[in-house]
């Protein structure tokens, strides 16, 4: 299934985002990863199913509280796209 993957420096920084698209009733998967994604160290993601993504972007938008990088997983590859 395509998915986007919001990344985050922390979990409390991936925890504040989960909040504002939970509000909304976008649910999501945290989860954590390596430096590859982040480009500073570990870090966590949110999947977000794409169906939900330009809901997503724009209340994350909204709410002051961006991704660090965004990518685009179809088929089991990935693809950074912009916010």
Request: aromatic content about 8%.
């Amino acid at each position: 299934m395509d998915h986007y993957l919001f990344t985050a420096r922390s979990i409390t920084h991936a925890q504040s985002m989960a909040q504002v698209l939970e509000r909304s009733g976008i649910y999501i998967r945290i989860r954590r990863i390596g430096n590859g994604m982040t480009g500073n160290g570990c870090g966590y993601t949110l999947e977000v199913p794409a169906r939900q993504y330009r809901r997503a972007a724009a209340l994350l938008k909204a709410s002051g509280t961006l991704p660090i990088r965004v990518f685009f997983v179809s088929n089991g590859k990935r693809q950074e796209v912009a916010l």
